[in-house]
């Protein structure tokens, strides 16, 4: 069993299936050609995993682990998969929960809308603007834009995960009164009309990852948002990708018409999240470890579950792995960017 390969996005597996499915992981170490995960720093090489699989997983397994306690003793259910950043002080007053153990996952999307531009866009329409956010994970940002940030908008979250956009439906989309619906469907190709949306929001989409180059998958998906932006309308984006790929995504947008409204780089704040954030992420993984019984396999589950913890914390950018070395020494960079579809 290869977890990093074999799982399916319309899954939403159950805790007894993913006891099933990490065990199996477990014993497939003694026949694993190579070791696919770094034991140093958590690292996995893009041709060894593909992100419907490892995803398929994360959202499931967040799902089956339900509350869990943070690191200073506050309960609460994982839903931000995001790295997100401290907030800014040349933006104001941090509106979110200063308290709250996903406080930087709220900032990743409350900074989605801090730029002057957009913030006109929304008042000349009194908050009654139609946003689409591709790659919306378990939707928790959506539901926190619509809660406390936009509280006039209406919400389209989109995201291939099956599981995850299950959980969108349990626990947002009947807190709104019909403002939010979850949609799951492959970005690059969705039915939602053309013209239908004032804003595409995109935080922390698993797309633009590789370095100094925009792909085939990339293109599909930016030709899906600009498609679906009304004339006028705004893709607002944050993410944390190769320094690289910034450049060459900023040229197709243009290269459509968009037009670059603004770019700020957060890298640094993004950096001090993940060292204050780190506690809690060795938390959440500890228990996340501690739930599953093929860990404790002799000879195997050892090696196993130091393979699973530093996979886990490499993909949350953790201290330590490869993926916060990235961002701390520059290779990746976060930056939140507005453009413009023309009139």
Not at 63 to 89: C, H, I, Q
Not at 184 to 193: Q, S, V
């Amino acid at each position: 069993m290869d977890v990093l390969k074999s799982l399916d996005p319309g899954s939403n597996l159950s805790t007894n299936k993913l006891q099933f499915i990490l065990g199996a992981w477990v014993l497939s170490s003694l026949v694993e050609p190579k070791q696919k995960v770094s034991a140093v720093n958590g690292h996995v090489d893009e041709d060894d995993y593909t992100k419907q699989s490892i995803y398929s997983l994360f959202y499931s397994l967040y799902r089956s682990m339900g509350t869990v306690r943070s690191d200073r003793g506050a309960e609460y259910e994982l839903t931000f998969n995001t790295w997100g950043y401290e907030w800014p002080k040349e933006w104001g007053e941090n509106p979110n929960e200063q308290n709250d153990p996903q406080i930087f996952g709220q900032n990743a999307y409350t900074g989605l809308y801090q730029f002057d531009a957009l913030k006109r866009y929304i008042a000349e329409r009194d908050g009654k603007v139609h946003i689409v956010e591709l790659g919306c994970g378990t939707g928790a940002g959506a539901h926190h834009i619509c809660k406390h940030i936009l509280k006039n908008c209406t919400y389209e979250c989109v995201d291939m995960q099956n599981a995850a956009i299950e959980t969108a439906r349990r626990k947002f989309v009947p807190t709104l009164g019909g403002r939010l619906t979850a949609t799951c469907a492959d970005a690059t190709n969705l039915k939602i009309k053309d013209n239908a949306a004032d804003i595409i929001a995109v935080c922390e989409t698993h797309v633009t990852e590789i370095g100094g180059q925009v792909t085939a998958e990339d293109e599909k998906f930016f030709n899906s948002a600009y498609r679906i932006l009304k004339p006028g309308g705004f893709l607002t984006w944050g993410n944390a990708i190769p320094d690289s790929t910034w450049q060459p995504c900023f040229d197709y947008l243009e290269s459509k018409g968009m037009k670059r409204i603004e770019v700020r780089d957060v890298t640094k704040a993004a950096v001090v999240a993940r060292d204050k954030d780190a506690e809690r992420v060795d938390a959440y993984v500890e228990q996340c470890l501690q739930r599953f019984h093929g860990f404790r396999i002799p000879m195997v589950g050892g090696k196993r579950r130091v393979e699973a913890e530093l996979a886990m914390k490499n993909f949350y950018r953790n201290p330590g792995t490869r993926l916060y070395d990235d961002m701390a020494t520059g290779a990746d960079t976060y930056k939140v960017v507005l453009f413009q579809k023309p009139a």
